[in-house]
Each structure stands twice: as C-alpha cells, then as structure tokens.
C-alpha cells in the first residue's frame, strides 16, 4: 500500500551536519568545526559513573518498573531550586515539565499549541530541530531578520502584524548556530511585541550556564510579568548529552497541557538517568563545576578566536561569542560558499552552511558555524591555520 | 496572556486508573486490580544491575554524549534477528525504529500520519494511550464493537465505509483491558478489510511474548504481503518498563518518515539504557527466561480465574486470558457499576471501571479491567474473595 502522509511531516531541510559528519568520519587527520557536541573535558565523567554505582543498586526495583510521568521529584525540585536562586525565576503560578533533554520540548511546544497555518518567529538562522518540529506540525516558520544584538523588534513587528502568529522562538544567550547574545534592552524591546501582538516567547537556553566573558543577563523568564514566557533549560552541556535531561518551566496552566500530551503521545522517560543527575546535583558542588566548564569552553574559543585574528581575511567576519559552543562566520557577499565549503572539506576542514540553520529552509546565505568544542586547541588552531588561509584565498587579505 | 490551545488537546477521558491509584496508596491491606504494572517477580534485576555494572564503565564518554539518532546499533540487530526468527517476519523492504518504550510509538505514529478529521479504528475498549494520541493530534477515535474474538469484522467495515479511515489500532495478543486474543482467522479478516479500504494496522504488541497457554497465533505483520502492517513491541512486558525500550518494525518508507519526524521533535533516547537491554539479550538465555516470565504470569492468571470461580456470582462473566496481564470482568446491564466499583474500594479492593477505556469516550459501560500483575496469589485469593462476595451482592447467586 502507500502510506499516503500529510506534507508537513514531507518536507525537509539540508542534512548539511550530517553530510560533514559523514564526509569526515574515518580521514585521518579530518578536524571538525562542524560537531554541536560539548566538550568531552567538560564532562564529569568519573562523577557520572560513581552517581550510576549507587543510583542503579540502592533501589533497582523502583527504576525498573513503571515510574512517575512527571518525572524523577528530587531532580525536580532541585531545577526549581536553581531557577528560583541562580536566576531569580518567580515560581508562583507556574510548573515544570522533566523532558527528555530541551530536544523533547522542541518538539512538544509546537505538537501542543500548532494549527495549520500558525506562524512562529525565530532567528533567521536558528536551531534545526525548533524550524523542523514547526513545519512538521503545519505551522510555518517565519525567519526575522537578525543584527549583532540577535532578532530586530520592528522586522518581528512586521511579521506580526500578519495575525498569524502563535509564538516566538529565541535562543537569547549564545544563540545556535550564531553565538550572539540578545542584551537586556532588546530583550526588552521583544517582550513589548510580544506583548503587544499577544505572543508567547518560547525561551530556549541549553547553553545559559556556559557564559565565560561578560556580564550576566536576565532571562526573559525573570522579568515575566504577563505569564507569556516558557523556558526550556537542560543538563546536556554541563553535565552530559547522553542522559537526556532536560526541562521546560513556564505558566501551569499550560505546562499542565504539555505534561497530559507528553503523558499520551511519549510516555515517561527512563527513571535511571533523571536520577543520576539528581545524585550528581546533590553530591558536588555544582557552581564549582560549572566555572570549570566554562573554563574549558573559554580556552577553546580562545584558541578559535586568536587563530582567527592571526590567520584570516580581514575580509570575513567572525562573531566573538561570550558563552555557548557556536561562533559564526560572514564571508564577502561576491564569495561563492559552496566551494569554499568544498575546499575546506578538501583540506580536511569541516564546517557548516548556513542553509542548515535557514528558518525559510531556503538553505542560501553567506555564513557557516563553526564549533569550537570537540576539536583540542591544538586541533583548533591548525584547522583554523588551514581555514584562514582559504579564506584569503577566496577573499584576499 | 491566555495561551490558545487547539481544541484537540483539550479532550480529556475520564482517568479512573489515577482515581484507584491515589485513593489507594498508603491504605493498609488494599488489593489493587487497577495498577498495569509488569510482575516484578518477572523482572531480572540482578542481571540488569550487573548490565548496568558492565555498560557504564565500559566506555561512558560514548554514554555521556550525544548518541545515534537511530538508537543503538546492537540493540537493534538483536531485535530484528528475534523478529525474523521467533516471528517469521520477513525484512525485507523493512525498517527498524528504536523506541522510548512502545509508549512513545502511541504519540509518534499518529504525529505522524493524522490530519483533522482522520478516523482510527480501534476496539471499542482500547489503551487509553492510544485513545488519547488519536484525539490530541485531531483524529477520531473511532471504537469498533468487539465479539470474544476481538474487533468484529463486518463492524469494522461499516465504520471503513465513510472512507475517512487512516489506519486500524489492534492490540491482537491479550488486548489491554479485556485479555482477548484474536484468532488467525479473524485476523486475516481483518486484514482483508483493511486491503479492501487501503488502511493500515498498527499492531501493538506488547504482551505478545508473555503467552502462558495456547497455541502460538501468528502476528498480523507476518502474512503482511501488501506492506500495510506497523508492528510494535517492547522489552517492557519481558526485561523492564522502567528502561524505556520498544521498538517499530515496519515498511522502510514509512519507519523513514517517522524516524525523521522521532529525531525533530522528540530527539535522541538515553544510550545507556538501550545498550543495558541489549548486553542483557547477549547474556542471558532469553527463551528461558520468558519461560521463566510465562510461568509467573500463569500462576497469578490462574490464581485470579480459579477464585473468580470459587467465590464469584454466575451472572459475571471473566475473560480467560491466555497470556499478557489483563481479565475483563462483565456485569449484567441491571448493576450499577458506579456503586458496585464504590463498594469494591470501600472494602480495600481495586478495579478500573471500562470507562478508562471507552474509544468513544463515552466513560460508560457495564465491565471492568482486573489486572493480576503486581499482588501476590495470597492478595489475588483474598481480593477475589472479598470482589466475589460482592458481586453475589449486586447480581446475586
């Protein structure tokens, strides 16, 4: 028979994350920039493994049977605990969802709140995952145009004022795959459109803890008076991907809603893992920890930035991230990016297209992302060496 | 602000499975029929401890990290082999999904398929799961009137008829709630009408593995000459819930469209898990200990049938299951259900009222689902005793 689906689920934007992966797996000596991991030195590993010893053997019963649908109750209090003092979250009238990792929530926001035609705005250049899950639930996602200091209040203004529009989707600190970080007063400025056309902002942070140079600030979450902001945070960079923790904090009233369809259409997540970060929590000091991932993650972008000074085109632009694991390089509009693309796959350099990031899925632009997280300083800068030189030689010096 | 939800997920059943756990907990003596939890005599936990013993120390950074998409790849060797195999599937043409337990399959196939107004066909008392899923992604959940057989053939055919049919929900192994298990010859009825129709069948089967008398039946997608049948299972019934694995097994253009839509919306599993399942099926004798499995389901079935007979009024009728974990108990249309289910609570005894299963949602019927899983023989005895006594009560001798 054929399977007859709905278009939404049918369309598709380019795997170029994949293709570089797949291109770069197995040569010798192939550096990737192209890889969204965290650091593998950031991550507690020998901590992980002792927070599974006892975990797993103190009441095994309990995490192998049917456990609860909201999820591990220790890991949960706990994440309220740290929104409420590190980020001066008001708990008052809202919930909080465990998810399988922020990746789950990416998909459960639009499956709750979508009807066909529903328009999202987002960064013109965002996270993959958040412009696919909106296209395959029938909405349309709707890139605005972005400057230094992240999305333009008045183009998403004049997307607004379509009537069509449900949410906004931001990734306001060290954005993915740009690394520009939004400052309070646009933050502001967002929040009043929002406002103004009655939208929510769906505030995704998977990278907020990792910030290494500036000054912290608010969340949108923190200066949420009108109750239009979720927030999605996660564990996956500052304590391992591979667990798949995550949560999303936001008004009860519709958290209740995302918790009753993740309950139907996903089930509960494993107990094991939620409450291995919940041990790991609670046995070490985890702000401690945390200035030592962001120690690895500055060294890293560091070595990416001052290779980039030493060895590249004045002609091409790097952003100067503050956090995060993404910095984004503009080239000269005259430049043809395919093959420069393609001659740093020659030199076993990879990088990533920034049609892989198109909200519009037109998958056209001048710009990559480049990853400082898995390669060493070493790797770094000899694969940015190898990257700069190109550079001069699609862009002069 | 007021979030706008679609009207979709709003639709709420009756949760009378939650009613009878929470009025029971904490309650001394209470025998509860209601809860749809796995033996945990049956669950190999020291084995699955010393998996985890082995797993997490073998190579946790690989654990730690973002894993494949496509799940692990032993994991899913193991399950294919054992479907080919024990159930002469043929894989040709096939793909595999691996799964966060077959729960989340619930949710993905209809994200995947439904447009508004789609109809699902499925028994009339169903998996409250799979009712729901239906409903929150805008479909109808259409209940098909069932016979000691299972869904009835020509009543599934006149529902076909309005030609808004997407696919047929069957649980055909020891149905959740009624413990019925559908007969090959009706089973190649239904497929015939579900040929006739161009529908497809999602054939959930988590139970089928737990067969504890009886002969073997094959499986709907083993004579799936068209392509038409989605085949789901899980290692939760058999291994462990609480690890959350299952898996789709199905037409590889299919299973590619809802892997993609899994990765977008619902991201990657935990690894750990999936590699504890498999190193179990690498190490343990599986057939021995399903047979194992078998052995403890049967005690308490038998257990359950033999006081229902000794104790019961004639006028009820319970289902004689031949495997999986669920007796459905009908009462004469002149009782009054409500009060009886009072009654059954008010003297320490649960049951979940057939309205947590209604397809329809119409919460209303004369039957209840007896799950003899979690209490011991001397719980199963002794609340049969008391439920029996009961109904001699409400419909006399």
């Not at 060895?311 to 043809?336: C, I, N, Q, R």
Request: one cysteine or more; a negative charge; glycine letters at 10%.
């Amino acid at each position: 028979m054929s399977f007859s689906l709905p278009e939404r689920v049918t369309l598709k934007g380019p795997n170029f994350i994949r293709e570089v992966f797949e291109r770069g797996v197995g040569v010798d000596g192939f550096i990737s920039f192209g890889i969204g991991n965290p650091a593998p030195e950031a991550i507690p590993v020998e901590i992980i493994e002792k927070a599974f010893d006892e975990v797993v053997h103190s009441n095994p019963m309990s995490l192998l049977q049917y456990g609860p649908m909201q999820g591990d109750a220790r890991l949960a209090e706990l994440t309220l605990q740290r929104l409420v003092k590190a980020h001066h979250m008001n708990p008052e009238g809202q919930g909080l969802i465990i998810s399988n990792g922020a990746g789950q929530l990416l998909g459960l926001v639009p499956i709750t709140v979508i009807e066909t035609g529903d328009e999202v705005y987002m960064d013109e250049f965002t996270f993959t995952s958040a412009i696919n899950s909106v296209r395959n639930m029938g909405g349309k996602a709707v890139g605005i145009k972005t400057d230094e200091y992240g999305m333009i209040p008045a183009e998403l203004e004049k997307a607004a004022q379509s009537g069509k529009g449900k949410y906004i989707y931001l990734i306001p600190n060290f954005q993915n795959p740009t690394g520009i970080t939004m400052p309070l007063e646009r933050r502001k400025e967002i929040y009043a459109v929002a406002s103004k056309y009655d939208l929510f902002i769906y505030e995704d942070d998977p990278y907020g803890e990792i910030r290494f140079a500036g000054e912290y600030i608010p969340t949108f979450k923190s200066f949420d008076t009108e109750d239009r902001v979720l927030y999605a945070g996660s564990y996956s960079k500052t304590l391992s991907a591979g667990l798949r923790v995550g949560f999303l904090f936001g008004p009860a009233k519709i958290i209740e809603v995302i918790q009753a369809l993740k309950n139907n259409t996903a089930g509960q997540m494993p107990l094991v893992t939620q409450k291995v970060v919940a041990y790991v929590l609670d046995t070490i000091d985890y702000d401690a920890h945390l200035d030592n991932v962001r120690k690895v993650y500055k060294m890293k972008c560091d070595a990416l930035l001052n290779a980039f000074d030493t060895y590249a085109s004045s002609k091409v632009h790097l952003t100067k991230p503050t956090g995060g694991m993404f910095a984004w390089m503009t080239m000269p509009e005259s430049v043809d990016c395919d093959a420069f693309f393609e001659a740093c796959m020659d030199k076993n350099v990879g990088i990533i297209k920034c049609g892989a990031f198109a909200a519009d899925g037109a998958g056209e632009g001048h710009a990559f992302r480049l990853s400082y997280t898995v390669p060493t300083v070493e790797e770094i800068t000899k694969g940015m060496e190898i990257l700069g030189a190109l550079t001069k030689e699609f862009c002069g010096e």
